[in-house]
């Protein structure tokens, strides 16, 4: 039996081994990135905005579970709503907090903006890989949040539905679930009431998350919007822009009206100060300059 053991755990550790060496090679960029000031879980991890992450992680991701989604859509019934925040913050709090790889794609092909809120420009994107012009190594981006990647949407198509519900795409998700057991593939998508995309990325995806806006969104489009989905696979609905015009309404709701880090939330990921602050402006800036005059 001690043979045996040993040769089992050998083969395993071969097996796990050619799975690291067909891991695609990742382009790293984080110097050039300037992160948008509204990816809070990264800016600031001890408020209270971050915690309502922490609290939606919770509730749609269970871990120890076998049948845990690890492929979630999130899409918006109408556009502006707020879904590609809703998408990187989820992201973020996945990697930083979960320890597991994150992965965001930007299926919003007519549309892309996770580019753009992780401060990238002409990037080869999720569009150039279903034209068949480029391969997974050239798309994975490292950030400059540990085991958080992304995949751009790249240039704008006028197929996108036909790209989207492509075997090449369903080939590619396929791809990148397998590369680690902890990955989560988070998909950020088009509003489901203007396009046709989510609808067809239903059925590559293990659970749905719809994002409204709250104050904006009409109840009959809501309505409407889920219908359009697959029940089975909506894990819930996110709320957003809530908005409290009194402290006693944050106090009602929250159970406190001030930061987390006065309850001592903030031991692992403290709130930066204002100097930590000024230098992450400072740095965006200094790149911006960079780039101002690489392209004069």
């Given at each position: 039996?001690?043979?045996m053991?040993?040769?089992?755990?050998?083969?395993?550790?071969?097996?796990?081994?050619?799975q690291?060496?067909?891991?695609?090679?990742?382009?790293?960029?984080?110097?050039?990135?300037?992160?948008?000031?509204?990816?809070?879980?990264?800016f600031a991890?001890?408020?209270?905005?971050?915690e309502?992450?922490?609290?939606?992680?919770?509730?749609?991701?269970?871990?120890?579970?076998?049948?845990?989604?690890?492929?979630?859509?999130?899409?918006?019934?109408?556009?502006?709503?707020?879904?590609?925040?809703?998408?990187?913050?989820?992201?973020?709090?996945?990697?930083?907090?979960?320890?597991?790889?994150?992965?965001?794609?930007?299926?919003?092909?007519?549309n892309?903006?996770v580019?753009?809120?992780?401060?990238?420009?002409?990037?080869?994107?999720?569009?150039?890989y279903?034209?068949?012009?480029?391969?997974?190594?050239?798309l994975?981006?490292?950030?400059?949040?540990?085991?958080?990647?992304i995949?751009?949407?790249?240039?704008?198509?006028?197929?996108?539905?036909?790209?989207?519900?492509?075997?090449?795409?369903?080939?590619?998700?396929?791809?990148?679930?397998s590369?680690?057991?902890?990955?989560?593939?988070?998909?950020?998508?088009?509003?489901?009431?203007?396009?046709?995309e989510?609808?067809?990325?239903?059925?590559?995806?293990?659970?749905?998350?719809?994002?409204?806006?709250?104050?904006?969104?009409?109840?009959?489009?809501?309505?409407?919007?889920?219908?359009l989905?697959?029940?089975?696979?909506?894990?819930?609905?996110?709320?957003?822009?809530?908005?409290?015009?009194?402290?006693?309404?944050?106090?009602?709701?929250?159970?406190?009206?001030?930061?987390?880090?006065?309850?001592?939330?903030?031991k692992?990921?403290?709130?930066?100060?204002?100097?930590?602050?000024?230098?992450?402006?400072?740095?965006d800036?200094?790149?911006?300059?960079?780039?101002?005059?690489t392209?004069?």
């Amino acid at each position: 039996m001690g043979k045996m053991f040993d040769v089992l755990q050998k083969l395993e550790r071969e097996k796990t081994a050619d799975q690291k060496k067909e891991e695609p090679a990742i382009v790293t960029d984080p110097e050039n990135q300037v992160l948008d000031n509204k990816i809070v879980s990264f800016f600031a991890p001890s408020s209270m905005v971050t915690e309502q992450f922490r609290r939606l992680r919770t509730h749609i991701i269970q871990p120890n579970q076998q049948n845990s989604p690890k492929t979630i859509m999130i899409t918006s019934t109408l556009s502006g709503e707020g879904k590609s925040l809703i998408a990187i913050n989820l992201a973020i709090i996945i990697a930083v907090e979960m320890q597991s790889h994150a992965l965001l794609v930007d299926c919003d092909l007519r549309n892309p903006s996770v580019s753009r809120l992780f401060g990238l420009k002409d990037t080869k994107g999720l569009s150039n890989y279903l034209l068949g012009e480029t391969e997974i190594p050239d798309l994975l981006i490292k950030t400059s949040i540990d085991k958080l990647n992304i995949i751009a949407g790249g240039p704008l198509q006028e197929n996108p539905v036909e790209l989207i519900g492509s075997e090449r795409m369903k080939n590619l998700l396929q791809e990148l679930k397998s590369r680690y057991k902890d990955r989560y593939i988070i998909l950020d998508c088009s509003p489901l009431l203007a396009t046709t995309e989510p609808t067809v990325l239903t059925e590559m995806a293990d659970g749905i998350l719809l994002v409204i806006k709250s104050g904006k969104t009409p109840r009959e489009s809501i309505q409407q919007a889920l219908k359009l989905l697959n029940k089975d696979k909506i894990m819930g609905i996110v709320l957003n822009s809530m908005e409290y015009r009194t402290k006693a309404l944050i106090q009602r709701h929250f159970g406190t009206n001030r930061y987390y880090h006065d309850y001592h939330y903030s031991k692992t990921h403290p709130e930066p100060d204002n100097w930590e602050k000024a230098a992450f402006i400072l740095k965006d800036i200094k790149t911006m300059l960079l780039k101002l005059v690489t392209r004069k």
